[in-house]
């Protein structure tokens, strides 16, 4: 109860600002929509009514509060319009069908856990070079950094353009993007993991006459582990969001990223929220997978309870 009470009131209070929110942003079309069906409206004028601020009208007309929680197509979905829309895309549609969000979750997912492999295997080989070779440190490391100035926004259509202009196309255009965005934090992580080991440390395998790969396999890499699984939750989640980017500007017709481009096409606002929710759920699911997989590793190792 001590931790679910907290995260419950937080909850509540979350939803209860979003629903008051949805007042504003959905208060003049309600107004319009009840005038038109003979309601009394304040103020009878539509030019008035577009003049005065939304707060305000929302103010002089609570009896179309809930007209504003109903909308088929609101500035602002709320909470149960959200919820009856994963609903309905989820459990009441077959994941196979275009209409299902399992359906595009999983094309989306299948992009970014295969960019999410090839940016950890590229972050983790760096980040060996780069600390075992003073050239490398001087040299790859400025480069990485200034890969991750460029928005990626600018640089998927390239990528994507690029590809397609020798034949590549589908997932390997997407997990690339996905690659290039959580390559970075794995290398950071792995880095200050490798060097992390104190000098005793290294003092007492040198007493011992080890070599530089047996200082590697028994001190080095033990010891980044932690370092690894922590920047490891954060290139997955970067992973999905380069796997969204690189939907976008293919105009693609699968995956969430397509989902919400379909949405704002048509100005399904609800779908587009309910494709977010649907993106956070498959962020926080992968994040847990990779955080149950440190739990197990680590207390193997010896390195927690």
Same mark, same amino acid.
């Given at each position: 109860?001590?931790?679910i009470?907290?995260?419950a009131?937080?909850?509540?209070a979350?939803v209860? #600002?979003?629903?008051l929110?949805? +007042?504003?942003?959905?208060?003049h079309?309600a107004?319009?929509s009840?005038?038109r069906?003979g309601a009394e409206?304040?103020?009878e004028?539509g030019? &008035?009514?577009?003049n005065?601020?939304? %707060?305000?009208? @929302?103010a002089k007309?609570?009896a179309?509060?809930p007209d504003?929680?109903t909308? !088929?197509?609101?500035?602002?979905p709320?909470?149960?319009?959200v919820v $009856? &829309? /994963?609903?309905r895309?989820?459990a009441?549609?077959?994941?196979?069908?275009?209409?299902s969000?399992?359906?595009?979750?999983?094309?989306?997912l299948s992009?970014?856990?295969v960019g999410f492999?090839i940016g950890? =295997?590229l972050?983790i080989l760096? @980040?060996? =070079?780069?600390?075992?070779?003073?050239?490398? *440190?001087?040299?790859?490391?400025?480069?990485?950094i200034?890969?991750q100035?460029i928005?990626?926004?600018? %640089?998927?259509?390239m990528?994507?353009v690029?590809?397609?202009? +020798?034949g590549v196309?589908?997932?390997i255009p997407? @997990?690339i993007?996905?690659a290039?965005?959580? #390559?970075?934090?794995?290398?950071?992580?792995?880095m200050k993991?490798?060097?992390?080991? *104190?000098?005793?440390?290294f *003092?007492?395998l040198?007493?011992?006459? @080890?070599?530089?790969s047996?200082?590697?396999?028994?001190?080095?890499?033990?010891?980044?582990a932690?370092?690894?699984f922590a920047?490891?939750k954060?290139g997955?989640a970067?992973s999905l969001?380069g796997? +969204?980017?690189?939907e976008?500007?293919?105009?693609?017709s699968?995956g969430l990223? !397509?989902?919400?481009?379909t =949405?704002?096409?048509?100005?399904q606002t609800v779908?587009?929220?309910?494709?977010l929710?649907a993106?956070?759920?498959?962020?926080?699911? /992968?994040v847990? %997978?990779? $955080?149950? +997989?440190?739990?197990a590793t680590?207390?193997r190792?010896g390195?927690?309870?």
């Amino acid at each position: 109860m001590r931790t679910i009470l907290p995260v419950a009131v937080v909850v509540a209070a979350i939803v209860a #600002f979003w629903y008051l929110a949805a +007042i504003p942003m959905n208060i003049h079309f309600a107004v319009t929509s009840a005038q038109r069906a003979g309601a009394e409206v304040t103020p009878e004028s539509g030019a &008035e009514r577009r003049n005065m601020g939304a %707060i305000a009208l @929302a103010a002089k007309n609570p009896a179309q509060w809930p007209d504003s929680w109903t909308q !088929a197509k609101p500035r602002l979905p709320v909470p149960h319009q959200v919820v $009856a &829309e /994963l609903w309905r895309t989820t459990a009441l549609q077959h994941p196979a069908s275009k209409q299902s969000l399992v359906y595009h979750g999983w094309v989306t997912l299948s992009a970014t856990v295969v960019g999410f492999a090839i940016g950890t =295997g590229l972050g983790i080989l760096l @980040a060996i =070079g780069i600390v075992h070779s003073r050239a490398m *440190d001087m040299s790859v490391m400025p480069w990485a950094i200034a890969s991750q100035t460029i928005p990626i926004l600018a %640089i998927a259509p390239m990528i994507i353009v690029v590809l397609n202009s +020798i034949g590549v196309q589908g997932l390997i255009p997407k @997990a690339i993007i996905s690659a290039y965005l959580s #390559f970075f934090p794995v290398v950071v992580g792995m880095m200050k993991g490798l060097r992390s080991p *104190d000098a005793m440390q290294f *003092d007492l395998l040198k007493t011992y006459n @080890a070599s530089r790969s047996e200082t590697f396999w028994k001190l080095r890499l033990p010891a980044s582990a932690p370092y690894l699984f922590a920047s490891l939750k954060v290139g997955i989640a970067a992973s999905l969001v380069g796997a +969204i980017v690189g939907e976008l500007p293919t105009g693609a017709s699968r995956g969430l990223g !397509a989902r919400l481009l379909t =949405g704002s096409y048509y100005g399904q606002t609800v779908q587009i929220w309910s494709a977010l929710f649907a993106t956070a759920i498959l962020a926080a699911a /992968l994040v847990a %997978i990779v $955080a149950g +997989i440190e739990r197990a590793t680590l207390k193997r190792m010896g390195l927690a309870t």
